[in-house]
């Protein structure tokens, strides 16, 4: 399936519920998104599942800009069928397209390409060095 994204205004964080069932403790949040669909605004309700994606979802305040990656799931129950939008990504709109910034190591670099690495030696014996012996 196609890989689903809306980006919009943050519009309301609705309660977070909680609950046990046969398989545990549950946590579930609603949210509703306002996006620009034509000439008119759309509301469009997502929900995240499980205490982590909740806590994803607090860092962002109503009215923030945000690009959301979500599943459309069905079911039927008594002959009515219900849809919900389900979220398993939350960003803003620059940070889902920016590369993540790699922080500069005081560690020595050891990313040798394969077949660059120095030859094994038994520890406490000292390296074999050629110098500039070149063998071409």
């Given at each position: ?17 909680n ?28 929900n ?89």
């Amino acid at each position: 399936m196609a890989n689903l994204e809306l980006q919009g205004r943050l519009l309301k964080k609705l309660p977070v519920q909680n609950g046990r069932s046969a398989r545990g403790e549950w946590s579930k949040q609603e949210f509703l998104v306002e996006y620009q669909e034509g000439n008119f605004p759309s509301t469009a309700c997502f929900n995240v599942w499980g205490m982590d994606k909740v806590n994803d979802l607090a860092k962002f305040a109503e009215g923030d800009e945000i690009k959301v990656s979500f599943n459309i799931n069905s079911r039927e129950f008594n002959g009515k069928y219900y849809t919900d939008l389900r979220a398993w990504k939350i960003a803003y709109p620059n940070e889902a397209q920016a590369a993540p910034v790699q922080q500069p190591s005081s560690e020595p670099a050891n990313d040798v390409p394969a077949g660059f690495a120095p030859a094994y030696t038994p520890a406490g014996e000292p390296a074999e060095d050629f110098g500039d012996d070149l063998p071409f």
